[in-house]
């Protein structure tokens, strides 16, 4: 059976977008060890489980709540990764999606909230951001029920795996571009189990610094990453790595915004 996970920051419509989907619950609780509630359900006209995780930032989580989510990623196998976005609030909301992307997971992104953008003086062109992010892209607005049968539909399609396009790679800096390589086939020749684009992201995750992945690794005794620590921090890979992707996004995000043919000079 199927899974696709719920991903996006806090308040984004998840949990919305959860319900519309779905038509039966298969599980509503806990997660494990904290507070956060745990849904569960059936995609509609599918066998495919739906599961809603909490709201997060970043993968590199601040508290017990938001480890849950990456720690779903590193032990949940899901199929499809259903990235829930605020289609205002993009640039801060494709932090995220990178990160989501570099796992090798397949990617659907959902615009949603699009209805807040009438007022903007820029919309977004939804085939140039699925070109720049390599991922499908779709537009919602859960609160009134529109985009979701297309969403839907696109589920279906990724999860039979004829949509879905390769992991992203970003254009890191040399240093950091050379070492994610150089531990990669180090990794791989320990670990030739992992997929080779979720070695490169568990690399990268170390890299920046984040204490779930470090911690698994630990766990994991990936050695090729763990003896690597030292380096990675004395040279701030982690500064490096947030920088390309702030700039890609900029990138991204000025390759498809479009004037607002409605909030045009002339008709105000
Ligand atoms: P979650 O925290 O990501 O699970 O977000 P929720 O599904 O709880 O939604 C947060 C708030 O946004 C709720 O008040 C929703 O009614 C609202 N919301 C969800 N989708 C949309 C949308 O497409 N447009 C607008 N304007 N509001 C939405
Ligand atoms: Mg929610
Ligand atoms: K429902």
Known sequence: MATIALLGNPNT?????????TDKYAYVGNWTGVTVEKKMGQLTDSETMVVDLPG???????????????????????????????????KRNLLLTI????????????LNMLDDLQQSPFLFDLPTLAEWLHCQVKGTNARSKQGIAALHANLLQSL?????????TL??????AHAIDATTQALQATHPELPR?????????????????????????LTALTHQTAAFDQQNFE??????????????????????PAMQPNQL
């Open 13 to 21: 419509g998840k949990t919305t977008l959860f319900n519309e989907l």
């Open 56 to 90: 997060i930032y970043s993968l590199n989580p601040l508290t017990k709540d938001e480890a849950v989510a990456t720690d779903y990623l590193l032990t949940g196998h899901p199929d499809l990764i259903l990235n829930v976005t605020n289609a205002g609030q993009l």
């Open 99 to 110: 990160e989501l992307l570099e796992s090798g997971i397949p990617v659907v992104l959902a």
């Open 160 to 168: 039979d795996h004829s949509a879905v396009s390769p992991a992203l």
């Open 171 to 176: 254009p890191y800096p040399e240093p950091v």
């Open 197 to 221: 684009d979720f070695t490169r992201w568990l690399i990268i995750q170390y890299m920046a610094q984040n204490q779930t992945i470090r911690d698994y690794a630990q766990r994991q005794q």
């Open 239 to 260: 500064d490096h790595i947030f920088q390309t992707r702030l700039t890609f996004i900029e990138q991204t995000l000025q390759a498809a915004r479009r004037p607002n």
